[in-house]
């Protein structure tokens, strides 16, 4: 997925930002540090950032930083179909709510 910047050096941070980065610490908080990474796919982008999915129970961060509209789903790196599809329709359901990113 991909957040709004808020961190990166010589940019300014984005709008929904910074609340993409507390709803990704709520999430950990909330699970208490009992959080599952999984890999599907490619490990690493060409950033050297981790491309995981992160996992608390049932729940899906991934997934639900999309749903609030605090997060695009990157389509084009190598992972699974059916976790493409689930972040596509967490998408649609955001735009169609007018949340986050897609509330103007």
Known sequence: IDTPETVKEG???QPWGPEATEYTKQFVR???GRIRVEVDGEYADQYGRRLI????????????????????PKLAYD???GKKDLLKRAQ??????GRGI???
């Open 11 to 13: 940019t300014p941070v």
């Open 30 to 32: 909330d699970a208490g």
């Open 53 to 72: 999915f992160v996992w608390y129970g049932d729940r899906l961060l991934n997934e639900e930083l999309v749903r609030q509209g605090l997060a695009r």
């Open 79 to 81: 992972y699974s179909q």
């Open 92 to 97: 649609r359901e955001a735009q169609s709510a």
């Open 102 to 104: 897609w509330s103007h």
